[in-house]
């Protein structure tokens, strides 16, 4: 897990500077520094207190690890800044973690040529998830409605 990544992307979203994240935070902005490039392994408890101040939700990165399925692949930092993204909603049925277990889904499959960049990653609810895939495999991914949404763009 790129932890650093992770920090300084949400950091600049919210349009946050390194002293800025100090005072919300209570890390110095040193650390903070070092810790975005990667050159300092923080405590579990620095890593609490930054992502509470960035607004992210420490129990629900961990679940998301811990059930995360076929799109293992995905990395971390990946799947997290696609969850931020989607603002931790499930882009299909609207409901929102913790009510639901999410998962990152690829609207196209690498087998059919689809990358693990993020505007191919889409934020899923498990049970979309597998009712899509389930749709999939009977219909086709040609008739897939996350796909077909895709190409229009
Ligand atoms: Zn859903």
């Known amino acids: ?11 600049k979203n919210k ?13 110095s902005y040193s650390q903070i520094s070092k810790i975005e490039r990667n050159e300092n ?6 890593i609490y207190k930054l992502f509470t101040a960035l607004g992210l939700d420490t129990s629900l990165w961990q679940n998301t690890e811990r059930h995360s399925n076929k799109e293992t692949d995905i990395q971390s930092y990946t799947r997290f800044l696609v969850l931020s993204r989607d603002n ?5 049925c609207g409901h929102k ?6 998962e990152i889904s690829f609207i ?14 889409i934020t899923l609810c498990s049970e979309c998830n597998l009712g899509r895939k389930n749709f999939i495999k ?11 949404n895709n190409n229009n763009r």
């Not at 349009?15 to 890390?27: I, N």
């Not at 392994?41 to 620095?46: I, L, M, R, W």
């Not at 931790?88 to 299909?92: D, E, G, I, P, S």
């Not at 973690?97 to 999410?102: F, K, R, T, V, Y």
């Open 108 to 121: 196209v499959s690498p087998n059919n040529g689809g990358t693990f960049i993020g505007e191919n990653l």
């Open 97 to 102: 973690a913790p009510d639901i277990q999410l």
């Open 88 to 92: 931790f909603t499930c882009q299909l």
């Open 1 to 11: 897990m790129n932890i650093g990544r992770i920090i300084k992307q949400t950091r």
């Open 138 to 148: 009977k219909h086709g991914i040609k008739n897939d409605v996350l796909y077909i």
């Open 15 to 27: 349009k946050l500077t390194l002293r800025g994240l100090e005072q919300v935070s209570g890390v």
């Open 41 to 46: 392994k923080p405590s579990d408890q620095t």
